[in-house]
T-cell receptor, first 114, second 114 residues
Framework: DAGVTQSPTHLIKTRGQHVTLRCSPISGHKSVSWYQQVLGQGPQFIFQ???????GRGNFPDRFSARQFPNYSSELNVNALLLGDSALYLC?????????????FGPGTRLTVT | AQSVTQLDSHVSVSEGTPVLLRCNYS??????LFWYVQHPNKGLQLLLK??????LVKGINGFEAEFKKSETSFHLTKPSAHMSDAAEYFCVVSALNRDDKIIFGKGTRLHILP
């Protein structure tokens, strides 16, 4: 079975640009979450989506947005990129947004902002 | 609201000796607690989870964790460390029956000495 997939693997952008990251969850998983992991730190929660609705939001500015599609895949969008947005962006899926369900993580997208 | 504190940023043990990685949590709701491991340049892998069933939880690769509500702790242990255990370990808390933020600790780097 395919795990969580993310694209692209690596990305280099310039300050002020916009970026879209994509995630496909494990088949049957309806919840997708996004995390930002800066080098040397733990993942920071950005969003959780379930059935196309936002079900949780971390402490990130409005430049960060996301959506979930009917097939449960998801996009994370970041506008007006800053140098500090350089990080590994992780997507995780799980069966439901609540309950005793663990998350399964994708390999991440490495974003570099220059 | 949830929070999690990993009490040690680095832990060094000799191969064959016990491992103890400490995690304290805070949660306004019944918590779900998880331990994940991240090997260098690898994705996050679930070690074990607590979701209100048995308080002593067994995971993969010989790891265990005990949920202690009175101490708000969820420490990770292993009787005998192996060189392959060298990695970053993250304690994670979420609300069991509620949509909310999913919070990672800052991580503990485990070093195994030969």
């Amino acid at each position: 079975d395919a795990g969580v997939t993310q694209s692209p693997t690596h990305l280099i952008k310039t300050r002020g640009q916009h970026v879209t990251l994509r995630c496909s969850p494990i088949s049957g998983h309806k919840s997708v979450s996004w995390y930002q992991q800066v080098l040397g730190q733990g993942p920071q929660f950005i969003f959780q989506y379930y059935e196309k609705e936002e079900r949780g939001r971390g402490n990130f500015p409005d430049r960060f947005s996301a959506r979930q599609f009917p097939n449960y895949s998801s996009e994370l969008n970041v506008n007006a990129l800053l140098l500090g947005d350089s990080a590994l962006y992780l997507c995780a899926s799980r069966i439901n947004s609540i309950g005793p369900y663990e998350q399964y993580f994708g390999p991440g997208t490495r974003l570099t902002v220059t | 609201a949830q929070s999690v504190t990993q009490l040690d940023s680095h832990v060094s043990v000799s191969e064959g000796t016990p491992v103890l990685l400490r995690c304290n949590y805070s949660s306004s709701y019944s918590p779900s607690l998880f331990w994940y491991v991240q090997h260098p340049n690898k994705g996050l892998q679930l070690l074990l989870k607590y979701t209100s069933a048995a308080t002593l939880v067994k995971g993969i690769n010989g790891f265990e964790a005990e949920f202690k509500k009175s101490e708000t702790s969820f420490h990770l242990t292993k009787p005998s460390a192996h060189m392959s255990d060298a990695a970053e370990y993250f304690c994670v808390v979420s609300a069991l029956n509620r949509d909310d933020k999913i919070i990672f600790g800052k991580g503990t780097r485990l070093h195994i000495l030969p």
